[in-house]
């Protein structure tokens, strides 16, 4: 499970802003606010699963360890590449 403290480092390593996650993750503002809060207020499973999957989506993992827990940003230049592959691929004749 991903901690609000880890959700709020992934978001500032994308340099996104709440809004922007909520879009993405396709939940509501108020419910990824709720994530995110330094009270560990209560969300849905589905929420906090929705809001991984499109962190993970932009490059970020998730890690955790016997010393803690984190997120790293994985390769940026990867990431770009493989939009641009699949760019190629919807422009390339069939």
Do not use: C, Y
């Amino acid at each position: 499970m991903i901690t609000g403290r880890q959700v709020r480092a992934a978001r500032a390593l994308l340099n996104w802003t709440q809004e922007m996650l909520a879009e993405k993750a396709l939940v509501a503002l108020t419910a990824l606010k709720r994530l995110e809060s330094e009270r560990g207020l209560g969300v849905h499973e589905g929420t906090t699963d929705q809001v991984r999957r499109a962190l993970e989506a932009a490059a970020i993992l998730f890690i955790e360890s016997g010393q803690g827990r984190g997120v790293m940003f994985l390769h940026e230049t990867s990431g770009n590449e493989a939009r641009q592959a699949r760019v190629r691929r919807v422009r390339s004749p069939t």
